[in-house]
């Protein structure tokens, strides 16, 4: 099996140099199958080292030494550990029903060869930062998956916005990265090498500065912001609806975003050793959560509602990681995959059907035209509320009762207000949009239909996973089956015999654990129905942007934080680069330019009158010089 490892990446490697290079001259559906098929290649061989994994350790390919500088050295290989296998089984899994969805979706684009290509560089990129054994390869798919966000959220790049768009995602990471990058380099000079092997064996057998850990942990998670967005650095995520809805899917659900929570839970053993570090990331995480549900409530478009509610899950993710529960995260991450992968695709299915719309206010009755869509979206909706037994239930509840156990009830409450400002804005989206009549144009409404079985087969599959999905970290207390199953499988021996994710202690009452479920529970059922009667009234229906004042509006205005950013940031900047364009490229650089030509031109032009064609003139000029040259020789 070990020799079958660098396949997992490099297969969608090679479908991504068929289809860049050869792709214009091949059949859409050709392009499609090669896109997809090299990704289900690498989910069978993921399954395949799952299974390894499960009756034996951890598998590590050294291919060839990539660095050596000094004492660096550096090998291009892959660990596959508990957590490693986990996300990859995410990332080629989900990866593989968005590519075979996108096949219908993309259909009739001309840039469809392009975009596969993309996508397939989007995993690889995406496989490498996962299953590399050294933070510098960690690092090369960490910029890869950004490259690849810019080609993807810029796709259409005709859009000025969308380019806009695009930029931001890379400019707003770009910050991010600078802070991974200074805290793998804190990394190298404590702990003298970058193989995750060798840093975390030392974290268990030597003693650190507490301030060198808290200050890389930091760092880390300065770099986890950024692509993870997370306050301050989360405005990019919501604009990159701006690409084509496969992608907003893939980002959302199954690469990008993932990426920061991937990182903390790697470095577990690093924030476990620093409280400041851990409660950084847990205040941020809150935070972003509350932050993102609040503007989720007042969203019109349905991506950025879903956008939003990105951002307000990872915030959970966090929260979870800060409160020490590093596999619930990684639990939620499992979870939120399947739902939000399910309502990203099944929003396009809507999109598609009506012709390119996602003004929510122009949906409703939707129910009737689209009916497999309806109920996928259906099963999402209730997935990402915490309705009873479906995934996002067990993951939510999960977090909770971690957060009350280590956080307190202060904690808790905030966190289950932002699962209940979820449930809201969810219903409101799913309501306006499928039920009432139909707001849009006549154009929209004889436009209007279900999307075909290429995209509605995924979107099936994505909703079984989302009601199965919870079973896989169930609560011991409610003795289901095994329980606690993925707790138990990341709590297994990788590296140096040690436990990949350590078994998270939760020092409750059952009576506790059952109070905190129920009361969560019976507020998500209660606004579940409170909003069902309430979208019954079309006089409740979201009112139009000049309609929208207070409150709403500043909602709506999404806290006014881009206008913010673009005041304090933009603004300067461009008007900076105005002067030092005026001042220093035209009146300075292109000013003594111009005017050295500009000299040599006028000495030329005199010089020139010299040369006038009358033969006194050169007489005069040859007797001058033989004077002068008399003369020098006397004196």
Not at 83 to 95: A, K, Q, R, Y
Request: net charge neutral; proline share 3%.
């Amino acid at each position: 099996m070990n020799t079958l490892v660098p396949f997992i990446p490099f297969l969608p490697l090679i479908g991504f140099a068929i289809n860049g290079l050869f792709g214009n001259r091949l059949s859409k559906n050709a392009v499609g199958m090669i896109g997809s098929g090299v990704l289900l290649l690498s989910l069978l061989l993921t399954v395949a080292c799952f299974n390894q994994l499960a009756s034996g350790g951890a598998i590590q390919v050294n291919l060839y030494p990539f660095l050596a500088v000094d004492n660096l050295r550096i090998n291009f290989g892959f660990l596959i550990d508990q957590l490693s296998v986990w996300m990859m089984l995410i990332v080629t899994g989900v990866g593989f029903l968005i590519h075979v969805y996108s096949i219908g979706y993309m259909h009739d684009d001309a840039g469809f060869y392009k975009f596969f290509a993309y996508l397939n560089l989007f995993i690889f990129s995406m496989l490498l930062l996962i299953m590399g054994d050294n933070f510098v390869m960690l690092f090369f798919g960490w910029e890869g998956v950004g490259l690849c966000s810019y080609l993807l959220i810029g796709f259409w790049y005709e859009n000025r916005e969308y380019g806009k768009a695009a930029r931001k995602a890379f400019i707003m990471n770009r910050i991010g990265d600078l802070g991974l990058l200074l805290g793998i380099f804190l990394i190298y000079r404590t702990f003298g090498s970058l193989d995750y092997g060798v840093v975390f064996g030392q974290l268990q057998t030597g003693t650190f500065d507490h301030s060198v850990i808290t200050t890389i942990c930091v760092l880390l998670f300065i770099g986890a912001m950024g692509k993870s967005a997370q306050i301050p650095l989360y405005t990019w995520l919501p604009d990159a609806m701006a690409g084509p809805t496969p992608v907003s899917a893939l980002i959302h659900a199954a690469t990008m975003v993932t990426a920061g929570v991937y990182l903390v839970a790697r470095c577990n053993g690093m924030y476990s050793l620093s409280h400041e570090a851990s409660s950084f990331v847990a205040t941020i995480g809150l935070a972003t959560s509350l932050l993102a549900a609040l503007i989720g409530l007042r969203q019109n478009d349905i991506k950025k509602v879903l956008a939003y509610s990105t951002v307000s899950q990872l915030g959970l993710m966090f929260l979870a990681l800060g409160m020490g529960a590093y596999t619930t995260a990684i639990f939620h991450v499992t979870t939120h995959a399947f739902f939000k992968a399910l309502l990203f695709l099944a929003a396009g299915s809507v999109i598609h059907g009506l012709g390119g719309e996602q003004d929510i206010r122009n949906m409703g009755g939707l129910r009737k035209h689209m009916p497999i869509t309806f109920w996928v979206f259906l099963i999402g909706t209730f997935a990402i509320s915490g309705f009873p037994f479906l995934a996002g239930f067990f993951s939510k509840d999960e977090i909770f009762a971690y957060t009350f156990a280590h956080g307190g009830p202060i904690w808790w409450a905030m966190g289950a207000t932002s699962a209940l400002l979820t449930a809201v804005y969810m219903c409101r989206l799913f309501y306006v949009t499928f039920f009432g009549n139909f707001r849009g144009t006549h154009e929209q409404e004889h436009h209007m239909h279900e999307s075909p079985l290429v995209m509605t087969l995924p979107l099936m599959l994505l909703a079984a996973l989302s009601v199965v999905g919870g079973f896989l970290n169930t609560p011991h207390f409610m003795h289901l089956g095994e329980g606690q199953w993925l707790a138990h499988w990341f709590a297994g021996n990788g590296l140096n015999n040690a436990p990949v994710i350590p078994m998270a202690e939760l020092h409750l009452e059952e009576s506790t654990e059952w109070t905190l479920m129920l009361v969560t529970t019976g507020l998500v059922l209660l606004v579940l129905a409170a909003f069902y009667f309430l979208y019954q009234n079309t006089r409740n229906l979201p009112v139009s942007d000049s309609a929208q004042a207070g409150v709403t509006k500043v909602l709506a205005h999404k806290f006014y934080i881009d206008e913010m950013y673009d005041f304090l940031f933009v603004q300067p900047m461009e008007r900076l680069s105005k002067l030092f364009h005026y001042y220093v490229d035209v009146w300075f650089i292109d000013g003594v330019v111009n005017n050295i030509g500009s000299v040599i031109q006028g000495f030329g032009a005199y010089v020139r009158k010299l040369q006038n064609g009358n033969i006194e003139y050169y007489l005069i000029g040859m007797v001058a010089g033989a004077v002068l040259l008399v003369l020098s020789m006397y004196f």
